[in-house]
């Protein structure tokens, strides 16, 4: 394999532009194909760009590309979630007890942004807007376009064609479709779906809430979170039935019964969103769902990454930097594979990174349940108030579940999801049997979680879990 062979990218999102960058540095030619306008010259959010929690394992993959200080000046700190109750009281709920460890608030498109414009700096790569893939002929390395501009269509080749295209991605369509090869593919639907509202900042420019958290006003069947915004406002998602409840997506068709729904179940929230009913039937309801598929690439010449390989639901606040750590290990598999061919490379690739991007995925279905209902119950307050303990008292010898995926990034989902599982399994035990409560002697509590817990992951091994 050649240093200056010719890549082409579908999708100058964050995974495609990021992707592009840190190819550009190792030397190949880029060309990047994008559908959308260029987010630099035109606001294409649309009301569905649902804020990012940037966080170790994106934070890696910046100091990869030599951006890790650039990124820091976009991000805003959220050491905890905040929980709102129906009665309008709040407590914030801490990430980690160790005090350097917290997610941040990032906007989705100043950083791409960001990442284009670091891209465009080398001569090496060129990036092209308002030109759609419709179709990628995998055994020829050719994609087919659409140019928004002239209405034309045209074909572009390639040494070997990477698709980060999201969601919908035309590789992946044309994998399934072509049925030249075994493609496995599932695509599972929440039967939530999801808003974009916001909090507008106060006449001065301030947060009209606490700035440095998560907010989530947890109900049981749906929630309510808020992201915190560099200008002073809060970008605002509501996750609810479409179907289900006496409120749902279906029902709230007028804007008296939208502000019933918010006065009955979020009324603090109400008092600082005099915009929510502008802002409810001008914003699109989206679907949330799950896409996992196999294999990630055909022969030598084409590959699936990031959301086009494996989309996830956004409650654990890892599918931008799932798809940064993509980019890592890609670059890692390029590090250990000189001198040889793409489909040694992009074997290697997927054998090493599926596993964990089937785990996040699964670990972010599990935190929709715990963050739109457990988060209030009391026995996962008491959990947290354990784990918080364990981690600020022996910072070295104990990380939760949320810190083992949020900030251990050099383990990876997969581990992190089984040991973490099973600790939340321990401690749960414990708690509900009486054998401990958070006044509990911290050595004696940790000697328990540890023996439990290894118990649990000797047990799942016997039984065939992982």
């Given at each position: 394999?050649?240093?200056?062979?010719?890549?082409?990218?579908?999708?100058?999102?964050?995974?495609?532009?990021?992707?592009?960058?840190?190819?550009?540095?190792?030397?190949?030619?880029?060309?990047?194909?994008?559908?959308?306008?260029?987010l630099?010259k035109?606001?294409i959010?649309?009301?569905?760009?649902?804020?990012?929690?940037f966080?170790?394992?994106?934070?890696?993959?910046?100091?990869?590309?030599?951006?890790?200080?650039?990124?820091?000046?976009?991000?805003?700190?959220?050491?905890?979630?905040?929980?709102h109750?129906?009665?309008?009281?709040?407590?914030?709920?801490?990430?980690?007890?160790?005090?350097?460890?917290?997610?941040?608030?990032?906007?989705?498109?100043?950083?791409?942004?960001?990442?284009?414009?670091?891209?465009?700096?080398?001569?090496?790569?060129?990036?092209?807007?308002?030109?759609?893939?419709?179709?990628?002929?995998?055994?020829?390395?050719?994609?087919?376009?659409?140019?928004?501009?002239?209405?034309?269509?045209?074909?572009?080749d390639?040494?070997?064609?990477?698709?980060?295209?999201?969601?919908?991605?035309?590789?992946?369509?044309?994998?399934?479709?072509?049925?030249k090869?075994?493609?496995?593919?599932?695509?599972?639907?929440?039967?939530?779906?999801?808003?974009?509202?916001?909090?507008?900042?106060?006449?001065?420019?301030?947060?009209?809430?606490?700035?440095?958290?998560?907010?989530?006003?947890?109900?049981?069947?749906?929630m309510?979170?808020?992201?915190?915004?560099?200008?002073?406002?809060?970008?605002?998602?509501?996750?609810?039935?479409?179907?289900?409840?006496?409120y749902?997506?279906?029902?709230?068709?007028?804007?008296?019964?939208?502000?019933?729904?918010?006065?009955n179940?979020?009324?603090?929230?109400?008092?600082?969103?005099?915009?929510?009913v502008?802002?409810?039937?001008?914003?699109?309801?989206?679907?949330?769902?799950?896409?996992?598929?196999?294999?990630?690439h055909?022969?030598?010449?084409?590959l699936?990454?990031?959301?086009?390989?494996?989309?996830?639901?956004?409650?654990?606040?890892?599918?931008?930097?799932?798809?940064?750590?993509d980019?890592?290990?890609?670059d890692?598999?390029?590090?250990?594979?000189?001198?040889?061919d793409?489909?040694?490379?992009f074997?290697?690739?997927?054998?090493?990174?599926?596993?964990?991007?089937?785990?996040?995925?699964?670990?972010?279905?599990?935190?929709?349940?715990?963050?739109?209902?457990?988060?209030?119950?009391?026995?996962?307050?008491?959990?947290?108030?354990?784990?918080?303990?364990?981690e600020?008292?022996?910072?070295e010898?104990?990380?939760?579940?949320?810190?083992?995926?949020?900030?251990?990034?050099?383990?990876?989902?997969?581990?992190?999801?089984?040991?973490?599982?099973?600790?939340?399994?321990?401690?749960?035990?414990?708690?509900?049997?009486?054998?401990?409560?958070?006044?509990?002697?911290?050595?004696?509590?940790?000697?328990?979680?540890?023996?439990?817990?290894?118990?649990?992951?000797?047990?799942?091994?016997?039984?065939?879990?992982?």
């Amino acid at each position: 394999m050649k240093q200056k062979e010719n890549i082409l990218i579908i999708g100058a999102g964050l995974c495609g532009s990021l992707l592009a960058l840190r190819l550009a540095q190792r030397g190949y030619f880029v060309n990047i194909y994008e559908m959308r306008p260029d987010l630099r010259k035109t606001d294409i959010s649309a009301g569905r760009s649902i804020n990012l929690a940037f966080s170790d394992r994106g934070n890696k993959t910046m100091k990869l590309v030599g951006l890790e200080n650039k990124v820091k000046s976009l991000c805003i700190p959220m050491h905890g979630r905040m929980i709102h109750t129906k009665e309008g009281e709040t407590f914030l709920s801490n990430y980690s007890g160790r005090e350097h460890e917290y997610i941040n608030s990032v906007s989705r498109g100043e950083l791409n942004a960001l990442l284009l414009t670091e891209a465009e700096k080398h001569e090496n790569v060129n990036i092209y807007f308002n030109r759609k893939c419709k179709s990628v002929d995998f055994e020829n390395t050719t994609a087919l376009f659409k140019d928004y501009e002239n209405k034309t269509e045209f074909v572009e080749d390639a040494d070997c064609i990477i698709a980060t295209d999201g969601a919908g991605s035309a590789l992946r369509k044309s994998y399934y479709l072509g049925k030249k090869f075994l493609f496995s593919f599932s695509q599972n639907y929440l039967t939530h779906g999801y808003k974009e509202l916001s909090i507008l900042p106060t006449e001065t420019g301030d947060y009209k809430t606490y700035k440095n958290a998560l907010h989530i006003w947890p109900r049981g069947d749906f929630m309510l979170i808020a992201l915190p915004n560099l200008d002073g406002s809060f970008t605002v998602t509501l996750f609810l039935s479409y179907t289900e409840g006496k409120y749902n997506f279906n029902n709230l068709t007028t804007p008296e019964i939208v502000t019933e729904f918010f006065k009955n179940e979020f009324p603090d929230a109400l008092q600082i969103m005099p915009n929510l009913v502008e802002d409810f039937f001008k914003n699109p309801t989206a679907a949330l769902g799950t896409i996992k598929c196999s294999p990630w690439h055909y022969k030598g010449n084409t590959l699936l990454m990031g959301d086009a390989a494996h989309a996830i639901v956004p409650f654990y606040g890892q599918g931008m930097n799932a798809s940064f750590e993509d980019v890592v290990e890609f670059d890692s598999v390029l590090n250990q594979n000189k001198n040889v061919d793409w489909q040694t490379i992009f074997s290697a690739y997927e054998k090493i990174r599926k596993k964990d991007t089937d785990a996040i995925a699964d670990l972010a279905l599990d935190n929709f349940n715990e963050m739109r209902d457990h988060v209030g119950q009391v026995i996962f307050q008491e959990k947290r108030k354990i784990e918080m303990a364990l981690e600020k008292e022996f910072p070295e010898d104990y990380a939760s579940k949320y810190s083992l995926v949020t900030f251990n990034e050099n383990i990876g989902y997969k581990e992190a999801m089984l040991k973490g599982r099973a600790q939340d399994k321990a401690i749960l035990n414990l708690l509900s049997n009486h054998v401990i409560d958070v006044d509990s002697d911290l050595n004696t509590v940790l000697k328990l979680v540890k023996e439990k817990t290894n118990a649990i992951l000797n047990n799942d091994k016997i039984t065939g879990l992982h």
